[in-house]
């Protein structure tokens, strides 16, 4: 009989529990998160650390319903490259893969192409969607290629008007050749 009233005083506490997380649930303001990918491995690895960490913490899962956190995979095309066919066959391949990378980790996101400079583009997305978090990718860049080439990470650390988390690639990304390959 003791051993009765110890599991239902447990029983007690866990279902109490529960009800708490339910409660902060439903008063957790909903999140609207933008991941930029471009065709780097570091894109995407930062997609899945996204996927992985963020979305674990914050449950934004198809069951979580229609007024769940919001996830944007956002992608923009090069200024300097005429919008053709091929390019926007190109940026739909990129996202349809981001999709299926969401898809499989059961999160649901929708895509957006932006056209003009990724810096730029990104960071008025940011702005105009009233994007919470912005997620992008290192290629760790030294700092003359910085300089020279400049940083979509670097610029949209210091413009965007949201929180920005840079996610850098694992240490092995520099030891390994095929790093592509471990994260596509």
């Not at 529960?18 to 471009?38: G, L, S, Y």
């Not at 992985?52 to 069951?63: A, K, R």
């Not at 957006?112 to 990718?137: N, P, S, T, Y």
Request: aromatic share 4%.
């Amino acid at each position: 009989m003791e051993k009765d009233t110890i599991a239902g005083s447990g029983s007690a506490v866990l279902q109490a529990k529960e009800e708490e997380v339910t409660m902060i649930r439903k008063n957790k303001k909903k999140m609207k998160v933008m991941v930029a990918i471009d065709e780097s491995a570091e894109s995407f690895y930062a997609l899945k650390w996204a996927l992985d960490n963020l979305y674990v913490i914050t449950d934004i899962t198809p069951e979580a319903g229609s007024g769940s956190n919001v996830l944007t995979i956002v992608h923009a095309q090069q200024p300097f490259i005429p919008a053709g066919a091929a390019e926007e066959q190109s940026s739909a391949a990129l996202l349809s893969r981001a999709l299926q990378v969401c898809k499989e980790n059961m999160v649901n996101a929708q895509t957006l192409i932006l056209d003009g400079d990724a810096r730029d583009v990104i960071c008025q997305a940011v702005e105009q969607m009233h994007i919470d978090l912005l997620v992008v990718g290192s290629r760790g860049l030294g700092k003359v290629k910085r300089a020279f080439l400049g940083s979509v990470s670097d610029y949209c650390a210091h413009h965007a008007v949201c929180p920005i988390l840079i996610v850098k690639p694992p240490k092995e990304h520099h030891k390994h050749k095929n790093f592509k390959d471990r994260v596509a």
